[in-house]
Structures are given as C-alpha cells and as structure tokens.
C-alpha cells in the first residue's frame, strides 16, 4: 500500500503539525488549509484511514455535519465569504476528504461551480506562511 499523505499528518501530534495543518482537530476530523490559490480553501478528512463515505462510524457520521457547520461560520467570519461550497471526490487522495470552500460574494462567473476548481488547476497556490496566517484566523474564529 502507498503511504497515504493525509494518514502521514494523522500519525503526529496535533502540537508538532504547522498551523496549516490543524486548522481544527475533533474526536473525529482534522482540518486543514488547503494548498490552493484560493484563501480559505479547506480540507475535512477523518483522522482514520476511510475511502468512502459508506464506512465512516455513527460517530464519524454524526460530527460531520458540525464540523462542516462550523468551518463555514469560521469562513464567514475569517475571509468573509457569504457561504461556503463543499465538494467530496477522493481521487488525487483515496482517503476520504471534503473540500469546504469559502463562496466569495465576488466569485467571477467563471469559477462558479465545480469551476471553482480551477484555483487549484490554474493558479499558483498561496504560500505556506500565507496558508498559516489565514488558517490561524479560522482556527480563532472557529465557533
Ligand atoms: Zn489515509
């Protein structure tokens, strides 16, 4: 089996991981700044090796939906965004992980959508220091 990147973060304590990488942590859910062009782009994956959606536990199942409430109040008043979009494919990652990403009341017309993947298709993505930064103002203004 190939390593898996998000299994690899999971195995550290939450202190020795960078800000970006522990925008929030739960019983059952790490969060972290994605590497994206987009401020505010969000992964929400299970702290346990899952590939579908269909094999998270009760309890698994039963924090999502506050974790994804949360993270879009977070997004809101963190980079202002008027909503969030959330998207679950798990192709480039098998473990299983959501995409929770700030809707921008000026998104251009373009990226609306599934196009709003194109921040991570065509753009350069936003630094690690800048990932840090932003993922510190969600994590302090996560409810
Ligand atoms: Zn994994």
Redesign the pocket.
Known sequence: MTE?T??AGNARPESALPPRERVRVTEHWRVIAHRSALPGWMLVFPRR?VESLADLTEGEAAELGAVLRAGTRALVDAVGADRSYVMQFSEGIR?LHFSLVPRMADLPADRRGAKIGAYNAQDTPLGEEERDRIALSLRSRWP
Request: overall charge neutral; charged content about 0%.
């Open positions: 898996c998000l299994c090796h473990h």
